[in-house]
């Protein structure tokens, strides 16, 4: 699945940038690269899931929307 293979390459550069950092002791090209890299997963990650959610969707009744929605709306909100 490609979220597994997303959070693997994420993992891996989390390892990479925690090496790096370890080595270079600062904010290196290296960390930075390996920094790019987590956000690039989480990003596509993201989008990934946003795709589900979408398909997930379109295929729900109108009432199931409307409570669906409900529950998007509150996990997009809970932080506040």
């Keep these: 699945i490609r979220r ?11 390892q990479a940038m925690g090496a790096a ?5 600062a904010l290196s090209e290296d960390v930075s690269i ?18 589900h959610i979408l398909a997930m969707r379109a ?3 109108e009432e199931q ?6 529950r998007l ?3 997009f909100n809970a932080g506040d």
Excluded: K, Y
């Design 4 to 14: 597994n293979a997303l959070e693997a390459q994420m993992a891996e550069a989390r």
């Design 21 to 25: 950092l370890l080595e270079d002791q």
């Design 34 to 51: 390996h920094t790019q890299a987590i956000h690039s997963a989480m990003g596509e990650l993201q989008v990934e899931t946003l795709s």
């Design 59 to 61: 295929v729900l009744t």
């Design 65 to 70: 929307r409307a409570s669906f929605d409900a």
């Design 73 to 75: 709306a509150d996990a």
